[in-house]
RNA sequence: GGCGCUAUCGUCUAGGGGUUAGGACGUGAGAUUCUCAAUCUUAAAACACGGGUUCGAUUCCCGUUAGCGCUACCA
C-alpha cells in the first residue's frame, strides 16, 4: 500500500454511496435488468446516495440508440430515477484506452497478435483433446519493443492483460461472502480488441473507477467475472467497491428468463395492463425479503410494500442467494390489488392510456367516470378490463357478452318482462339502490317468478357481462333513464341468429 | 469438461442446533347469494440425498445429486 491509495481509500469512506445501472442497450429492458435496477434504485435512495446511469454500448454492432431509449422508459416507468448521466461508454474510449496503455506501460497487460481464426483453431483443438480452452499466452513473452513496433506498423493486435499465473485472486461479495479463485484458472483476457474498442472487462473496471462507484450490484451472471475485474483495479492502484451479485431471475421452467417464455421487456408488462407500481413490489420481493422482524415493523400488510416503505427496509442482507422463478400468478394478485388500492383520481391517467391504446372514447363526464371506477376497481384484475370488459360503463355502446347472453337473457318472455320491468323504472319518481331493488322485487313477485332470473337478465343487459358490481349499485350509477333504456332494447337474442 | 454459485410447500419466501417449520401466490373444500374474478372460513402442500459434529440437525461441516452461471477481439 502505497500512501496515495491510503488516503484515498480515507477520501472514499467520506465519500457518498455511489451506485451505477449499466445496461448494455442491445434489446429492451428486460426484466432482470429492471430489477438490478430498482436494487441500485433502492440502495441509493435508501441510503441518500447517487444512482449513476450507464449505457455500455461498445459492442458497437449490437447496440442501439432505440434500445437506449427504451431502456430509459422503462426505468421511468417503473418510476425510477437516477442523478448522473446517462453516460454512453461509446463517447469515453479515449478514457479506456489510456487505461490499457498504462496497464501496457506498468507491465501488466501485453500485446497479442494471434489472430481470430488462430485462436478459434487453438480453442478446436483443445477443447478435442480435453483440455480446458484458455489462451495459452504465447505473446506474453513478446518483448515490449518489438511488440510497439509491431503494432506501430499496423500489425493488428489486441491488448491482453497478464493475469499472474500463480495465487489467488480474493474479494467479498456483500451477498454471496468470500470469494476466491485460482489465478491459474483464468486466462488472458482481451480488454482491447484490435479496433481499438475495450471490451466489458476493461470499461467496466475504468468507469467504474472514474465514477468513483461504491458498490458494484448486478446480476449473478457477472460472479465469475469479477476476479478478473479485482485483477485490474489493483493493477491500476484503486481500491475495490463492494460487491454485490444478485441472483438470476428464471422462467417457469428453472432456465434463465428468456423470450420463450412470453414477455420479457418491462414495456410489454405496461403493455399487459399491469400498473408500474405492483410490477415493481413484485420486483423488488424477487429475490429479496425484508426479513421478519422489518416486515412485523411495517404492520400487517406483509407482501404490499410501498416506496417509502422498500426504501426503508431495503438492505443487501436481505437478498437472496438462490434464483427465483418469475410467477406471473403472484403479478397478476399484486396488479389486482394495487388497482383495489388506488385512488380513482390515480388510476384514471392509467385507464385513459388504456382507453387510448384501445382507440376507445368514453362517453361520460368525468364525475361519473371517477364514481364508474370506483365501482369497478374491486373487481378489476387488469387495466385493460376498463377498456373492454367494463364499456358500458363509460358509454352507451357496448357489445354483449354472447355466452352471458345465451345463459340469461334467450328466453324470449324474460326479454318481455324486463322490457316492461324498463318501463316501470322509467315512470319511477325516486330512483335509488333500495327503490331499485324494491321495485325488481315486487315486479318478480308480481309476475310469479324469482328474483335472481330478473336480476341475472337485467345485469347482462345492463353492463353485457354476466359478472359485474352489484346489480342495484350499477343502476344507481347508471341513472333512471339509461337504466330503462337499456331494459327496453330490443335486440335480437344471441341464439336467435342464423 | 473446468471453475463458481445454489438447494425450505408447485412458486416467492420467513426461520434457524430443541418450532405444531410461519406467511404470500396458486390449488381444493365450505360459507355467503344477485353474478364473481369479491368477502369470510378451511384443507392439502416443503427442509434434495448420504455421511459426519452434537444429548439433539432442516439449521454447522464434508460428499453426492440436481439446477443455474461463467468459460469470446458479447455484455
Same mark, same amino acid.
Given at each position: 500500500?502505497?500512501?496515495?491509495?491510503?488516503?484515498?481509500?480515507?477520501?472514499?469512506?467520506?465519500?457518498?454511496?455511489?451506485?451505477?445501472?449499466?445496461?448494455?442497450?442491445?434489446?429492451?429492458?428486460?426484466?432482470?435488468?429492471?430489477?438490478?435496477?430498482?436494487?441500485?434504485?433502492?440502495?441509493?435512495?435508501?441510503?441518500?446516495?447517487?444512482?449513476?446511469?450507464?449505457?455500455?454500448?461498445?459492442?458497437?454492432?449490437?447496440?442501439?440508440?432505440?434500445?437506449?431509449?427504451?431502456?430509459?422508459?422503462?426505468?421511468?416507468?417503473?418510476?425510477?430515477?437516477?442523478?448522473?448521466?446517462?453516460?454512453?461508454?461509446?463517447?469515453?474510449?479515449?478514457?479506456?484506452?489510456?487505461?490499457?496503455?498504462?496497464?501496457?506501460?506498468?507491465?501488466?497487460?501485453?500485446?497479442?497478435?494471434?489472430?481470430?481464426?488462430?485462436?478459434?483453431?487453438?480453442?478446436?483443438?483443445?477443447?478435442?483433446?480435453?483440455?480446458?480452452?484458455?489462451?495459452?499466452?504465447?505473446?506474453?513473452?513478446?518483448?515490449?519493443?518489438?511488440?510497439?513496433?509491431?503494432?506501430?506498423?499496423?500489425?493488428?493486435?489486441?491488448?491482453?492483460?497478464?493475469?499472474?499465473?500463480?495465487?489467488?485472486?480474493?474479494?467479498?461479495?456483500?451477498?454471496?461472502?468470500?470469494?476466491?479463485?485460482?489465478?491459474?484458472?483464468?486466462?488472458?483476457?482481451?480488454?482491447?480488441?484490435?479496433?481499438?474498442?475495450?471490451?466489458?472487462?476493461?470499461?467496466?473496471?475504468?468507469?467504474?473507477?472514474?465514477?468513483?462507484?461504491?458498490?458494484?450490484?448486478?446480476?449473478?451472471?457477472?460472479?465469475?467475472?469479477?476476479?478478473?475485474?479485482?485483477?485490474?483495479?489493483?493493477?491500476?492502484?484503486?481500491?475495490?467497491?463492494?460487491?454485490?451479485?444478485?441472483?438470476?431471475?428464471?422462467?417457469?421452467?428453472?432456465?434463465?428468463?428468456?423470450?420463450?417464455?412470453?414477455?420479457? +421487456?418491462?414495456?410489454?408488462?405496461?403493455?399487459?395492463?399491469?400498473?408500474?407500481?405492483?410490477?415493481?413490489?413484485?420486483?423488488?420481493?424477487?429475490?429479496? +425479503?425484508?426479513?421478519?422482524?422489518?416486515?412485523?415493523?411495517?404492520?400487517?400488510?406483509?407482501?404490499?410494500?410501498?416506496?417509502?416503505?422498500?426504501?426503508?427496509?431495503?438492505?443487501?442482507?436481505?437478498?437472496?442467494?438462490?434464483?427465483?422463478?418469475?410467477?406471473?400468478?403472484?403479478?397478476?394478485?399484486?396488479?389486482?390489488?394495487?388497482?383495489?388500492?388506488?385512488?380513482?383520481?390515480?388510476?384514471?391517467?392509467?385507464?385513459?392510456?388504456?382507453?387510448?391504446?384501445?382507440?376507445?372514447?368514453?362517453?361520460?363526464?368525468?364525475?361519473?367516470?371517477?364514481?364508474?371506477?370506483?365501482?369497478?376497481?374491486?373487481?378489476?384484475?387488469?387495466?385493460?378490463?376498463?377498456?373492454?370488459?367494463?364499456?358500458?360503463?363509460?358509454?352507451?355502446?357496448?357489445?354483449?357478452?354472447?355466452?352471458?347472453?345465451?345463459?340469461?337473457?334467450?328466453?324470449?318472455?324474460?326479454?318481455?318482462?324486463?322490457?316492461?320491468?324498463?318501463?316501470?323504472?322509467?315512470?319511477?319518481?325516486?330512483?335509488?339502490?333500495?327503490?331499485?331493488?324494491?321495485?325488481?322485487?315486487?315486479?318478480?313477485?308480481?309476475?310469479?317468478?324469482?328474483?335472481?332470473?330478473?336480476?341475472?337478465?337485467?345485469?347482462?343487459?345492463?353492463?353485457?357481462?354476466?359478472?359485474?358490481?352489484?346489480?342495484?349499485?350499477?343502476?344507481?350509477?347508471?341513472?333512471?333513464?339509461?337504466?330503462?333504456?337499456?331494459?327496453?332494447?330490443?335486440?335480437?337474442?344471441?341464439?336467435?341468429?342464423?
Amino acid at each position: 500500500m502505497t500512501d496515495s491509495q491510503s488516503i484515498r481509500s480515507v477520501a472514499e469512506k467520506a465519500t457518498p454511496t455511489r451506485v451505477r445501472f449499466a445496461p448494455s442497450p442491445t434489446g429492451y429492458l428486460h426484466v432482470g435488468g429492471a430489477r438490478t435496477a430498482l436494487f441500485n434504485w433502492l440502495f441509493a435512495r435508501h441510503f441518500g446516495g447517487k444512482l449513476v446511469l450507464r449505457i455500455e454500448d461498445t459492442d458497437m454492432e449490437r447496440s442501439s440508440a432505440a434500445m437506449v431509449t427504451g431502456i430509459l422508459e422503462g426505468m421511468q416507468w417503473l418510476g425510477m430515477d437516477w442523478d448522473e448521466g446517462p453516460f454512453h461508454q461509446s463517447e469515453r474510449l479515449e478514457l479506456y484506452r489510456d487505461a490499457a496503455h498504462k496497464l501496457l506501460e506498468t507491465g501488466h497487460a501485453y500485446h497479442c497478435f494471434c489472430t481470430r481464426e488462430e485462436l478459434e483453431l487453438r480453442r478446436a483443438t483443445a477443447a478435442e483433446a480435453g483440455e480446458t480452452p484458455r489462451y495459452d499466452g504465447r505473446c506474453r513473452h513478446i518483448p515490449t519493443a518489438e511488440a510497439i513496433r509491431r503494432s506501430a506498423s499496423g500489425e493488428p493486435a489486441v491488448v491482453r492483460f497478464r493475469v499472474p499465473q500463480s495465487g489467488v485472486t480474493e474479494f467479498h461479495d456483500a451477498v454471496f461472502g468470500h470469494m476466491e479463485f485460482v489465478n491459474a484458472e483464468l486466462e488472458d483476457f482481451v480488454l482491447l480488441r484490435s479496433d481499438g474498442i475495450p471490451t466489458y472487462h476493461l470499461s467496466v473496471v475504468v468507469d467504474d473507477i472514474d465514477m468513483q462507484i461504491t458498490h458494484v450490484i448486478r446480476g449473478a451472471d457477472h460472479l465469475s467475472n469479477t476476479p478478473k475485474q479485482v485483477l485490474q483495479y489493483r493493477a491500476l492502484g484503486a481500491s475495490l467497491p463492494v460487491f454485490a451479485h444478485l441472483p438470476l431471475i428464471l422462467g417457469p421452467d428453472k432456465t434463465r428468463l428468456s423470450k420463450r417464455h412470453g414477455a420479457t +421487456s418491462v414495456m410489454a408488462y405496461r403493455d399487459m395492463g399491469i400498473i408500474p407500481e405492483a410490477f415493481r413490489n413484485f420486483l423488488a420481493v424477487l429475490g429479496w +425479503s425484508p426479513g421478519e422482524a422489518a416486515r412485523q415493523a411495517e404492520g400487517p400488510d406483509r407482501e404490499i410494500f410501498s416506496t417509502e416503505e422498500l426504501i426503508r427496509m431495503f438492505s443487501l442482507d436481505g437478498i437472496s442467494h438462490s434464483n427465483a422463478v418469475f410467477n406471473n400468478d403472484k403479478l397478476a394478485w399484486y396488479n389486482t390489488e394495487y388497482i383495489r388500492r388506488y385512488q380513482s383520481e390515480r388510476l384514471l391517467p392509467l385507464i385513459e392510456k388504456e382507453w387510448k391504446s384501445a382507440a376507445y372514447r368514453p362517453d361520460r363526464s368525468a364525475g361519473e367516470i371517477l364514481a364508474a371506477i370506483a365501482l369497478l376497481q374491486p373487481r378489476a384484475r387488469n387495466l385493460k378490463d376498463f377498456a373492454s370488459t367494463f364499456q358500458a360503463y363509460f358509454g352507451d355502446k357496448y357489445e354483449i357478452d354472447s355466452a352471458a347472453a345465451a345463459k340469461f337473457i334467450s328466453d324470449a318472455s324474460l326479454r318481455t318482462l324486463l322490457a316492461e320491468l324498463g318501463q316501470r323504472y322509467g315512470a319511477m319518481d325516486n330512483f335509488n339502490e333500495a327503490s331499485a331493488e324494491l321495485v325488481l322485487r315486487e315486479f318478480a313477485a308480481e309476475k310469479g317468478l324469482k328474483a335472481g332470473a330478473l336480476i341475472n337478465g337485467a345485469r347482462v343487459l345492463l353492463t353485457g357481462q354476466s359478472v359485474a358490481p352489484s346489480l342495484f349499485a350499477v343502476m344507481t350509477y347508471l341513472g333512471r333513464d339509461r337504466v330503462a333504456r337499456r331494459l327496453q332494447v330490443q335486440t335480437k337474442p344471441q341464439a336467435a341468429q342464423p
